[in-house]
């Protein structure tokens, strides 16, 4: 039986990537919709009927969604540290160990909400909210944590400026979303509005995390020129055009002519053909970051 190998659970092809993010925001997109819809179909259907619809509870469809792509995020990064201590340092994928660690307990906190607990008991041994509701409190320890994370998740992908952007990004819309939550940015007047714009910048937070990690997975395993010359090639010979076979014209046996007889003569073996021809291989171009990748491998 043969052995599937991790690296072929990252995409290679690009166009998977677009096609990732485009279900995605036609997903929050349909979602938040419905959302801005629910006063209508209240009447027609009944609150309790609707409840997965409400992007704002922590039960919604919505967040059901995030927490899946939390736990992918976090399968994404066990690959990535098995890529790192396969090609680098046997010590560099211990940081998306812990990544995919921290990423399975945000998936727990979208749906359980670990952090409301986490806030009553800082403001009642604080004995002060600080601000509004305490959510500066679970909000400062949030930050300290998964900020030291991400700071060591930003120097390894600094060498690959595609996947740190997205990383980027994703850091950016993640507090943004929060500080949203929390009224420190005032966007409007109008509640469905604030929650509105919470949750679709808190949502694509998630999906740029997952490109991210993913992209950072495929410059790792497109560094090994082994994987990338059997990948290229296999691109290359699905894009040939396939010829469709002639068929000869079927002819009725004739009776052959009688040969006329020959004397035997010695039999002379062949002598092979020893001349060493170099491999075909597809022309590699420079048109394209992976065959730099290749190349700087």
Known sequence: MERTDVTELIPKALGNYWLIFGTGVAVVVVLECAYRQLPTLVGLFGENSLAPLDVASH??????CLSMLFLLTSG?????SRLGK????P???DVWFWTAFA???LSLDMQVQFHETLRAVLVYAAGTPLYRDGAVWWLAIYFFVFGLIGIRLFLDMWAYPPACFLFSLSILGAVASQLIKIGAISVSETPEDVVTLQTTVEAFAVLLLFLSFL???????LRDPQVALQWFSKVWNQSLPMKKPTTAPVVAPSTPPAAPS???QPKVEATPDRTVRPLERPALEKNDDDFVLLKAS
């Open 59 to 64: 039960g919604s469809v919505l967040a059901w």
């Open 76 to 80: 994404v990064s066990l690959i990535n």
């Open 86 to 89: 396969k090609y680098d340092d």
């Open 91 to 93: 010590t560099k994928g």
């Open 103 to 105: 990423l399975v307990l």
């Open 215 to 221: 992209l950072f997975g495929r410059r790792q395993v």
């Open 262 to 264: 020959v004397a035997p």
